[in-house]
């Protein structure tokens, strides 16, 4: 079993800059594939960006693109979504997700693909 722990959401204006911080326990022997998610009200679950298990890799949607970064330290079981120029469209939850797979390059872009989540953090973006 794997935990996963989300942190660093708020209320900020448009503009402004938020990090999330997503921290792995359990079985984070064997570092997994990660990605972020968010569900505004009303919607559906979309994806965000993803990260492979070494961090060679990243994916990010287009709606992101530019503006996001993720990352993680491996040492630390920690992934992070660096968020800047933020929109009152990015107003949603924002969940982690972890994706046990033998590939060091895979990326995961369908929330089918991964096996755990975190709860959720609630970014604000006030116009």
């Known amino acids: 079993q794997v935990q996963l722990v989300e942190s660093g959401g708020g209320l900020v204006q448009a503009g402004g800059s938020l990090r999330l911080s997503c921290a792995a326990s359990?079985?984070?022997?064997?570092?997994?594939?990660m990605g972020w998610f968010r569900q505004a009200p009303g919607k559906e679950r979309e994806f965000v960006a993803a990260?492979?298990?070494?961090?060679?890799?990243?994916y990010y949607a287009d709606s992101v693109k530019g503006r996001f970064t993720i990352s993680r330290d491996n040492a630390e079981n920690t992934v992070y979504l660096q968020m800047n120029s933020l929109k009152p469209e990015d107003t949603a939850v924002y969940y982690c997700?972890?994706?046990?797979?033998?590939?060091?390059?895979?990326?995961?872009?369908?929330?089918?693909?991964?096996?755990?989540w975190g709860q959720g953090t609630q970014v604000t973006v006030s116009s």
């Open positions: 359990g079985r984070t022997f064997r570092s997994p594939a």
């Open positions: 990260i492979s298990r070494t961090g060679a890799i990243t």
């Open positions: 997700a972890a994706a046990f797979t033998s590939g060091y390059n895979w990326i995961g872009r369908s929330s089918t693909e991964y096996d755990y």
